[in-house]
């Protein structure tokens, strides 16, 4: 559905986007993670098809995002949403429909349709610079839906949403990636831990990593935490932290009973579960509880994305090709 090969934007003697390769499937939603220059935005206007590479190629439904014909199967929520504050709803919808090339009834159809989606139905003669954040940006929504897109691309969807409409704005988007494909920029990680199960991750205009959530969460975590409660009358720090894999730790007495809680550091890609806990047990104590805390999306960004990144041009960048 969507096809990036070797992606380059420069401007002037600044390179953005740096070889960028990935591509996504008909349908779900994927995450595009990045801070701010890390040339998220960029990528974004050249699928759509608002910007030309420097060089590479970008693919959309099998053709080039800039061509009318391509540009109809791109719907487009770019950040900030610019909207015509003077315009009613329902004759902003059907302006834009008619623009994307529908008849006069077909506009008017599809209008309807697409506000009834995105729970605009009741508001379609109020003006547009009357509603709330929220709600203008379930208009921009509606607007990227008119044509019925074969990708949908979102910059920043539910930023400056109070939790209710960010929450009402997630709804819609798993409902539009069950059947379709979304490509979703978010500095909120929340969002993209609630919505995606893929992730692409940029650093300094380069894929640092590409993949399921979980398996680049396995992959890229670096320390985790090995929760243990264990039921014990002699100190235990000591043999626990004998444990191949662990690098590192704490026991307190249990508030809530006997015997300890433990929380142990462990090394980058090491699981010690197990060993562990027949460290233990050959100790004669009682495990009665043994957690691996999850990956969170926030230490993996924090790993891929704000590490410093190589000098653009380096023999390096091939490691964050997807």
């Known amino acids: 559905m969507l096809e990036v090969e070797g992606l380059i934007k420069r401007y002037g003697a600044k390179t953005v986007l740096d070889g960028v390769s990935f591509a996504i499937g008909k349908q779900g939603v994927v995450g595009f993670l990045g801070v701010n220059g890390a040339g998220k935005s960029t990528a974004m206007r050249i699928l759509s098809g608002y910007l030309r590479p420097s060089s590479g190629r970008a693919r959309v439904a099998g053709g080039d995002p800039r061509t009318p014909a391509v540009r109809k199967k791109i719907g487009y929520l770019p ?135 979980a398996e680049i969460g396995e992959r890229h975590a670096g320390e985790r935490t090995l929760r243990l409660e264990i039921e014990a009358d002699e100190p235990i720090l000591e043999t626990l932290l004998a444990v191949p894999g662990v690098a590192g730790g704490e026991a307190i007495p249990n508030p809530a009973g006997s015997g300890f809680l433990v929380r142990l550091i462990l090394a980058a890609g090491r699981d010690a579960r197990r060993e562990a806990a027949a460290a233990a047990i050959q100790k004669g104590w009682l495990v009665t509880g043994i957690r691996l805390e999850p990956v969170r999306l926030e230490d993996v960004f924090r790993r891929l994305a704000l590490a410093e990144a190589p000098p653009i041009g380096t023999e390096g960048r091939e490691k964050g090709h997807a």
């Open 79 to 213: 950040e900030g949403n610019p909207l015509p504050s003077w315009m009613r709803v329902g004759e902003y919808l059907r302006f834009r429909a008619a623009l994307k090339g529908l008849s006069r009834a077909a506009a008017r159809r599809r209008a309807a349709e697409t506000a009834a989606r995105c729970r605009l139905e009741d508001l379609m003669d109020r003006l547009i610079g009357s509603l709330s954040k929220g709600t203008r940006q379930r208009v921009g929504l509606a607007d990227s839906l008119l044509a019925h897109p074969d990708i949908l691309i979102l910059d920043e969807p539910t930023s400056g949403l109070d939790p209710a409409q960010a929450e009402e704005m997630r709804t819609l988007i798993l409902e539009i990636g069950q059947n379709s494909a979304v490509f979703l920029s978010s500095h909120l990680l929340q969002d993209v831990e609630r919505l995606c199960r893929r992730v692409i991750i940029l650093n300094g205009g380069r894929v640092a990593a590409d993949g399921d959530m």
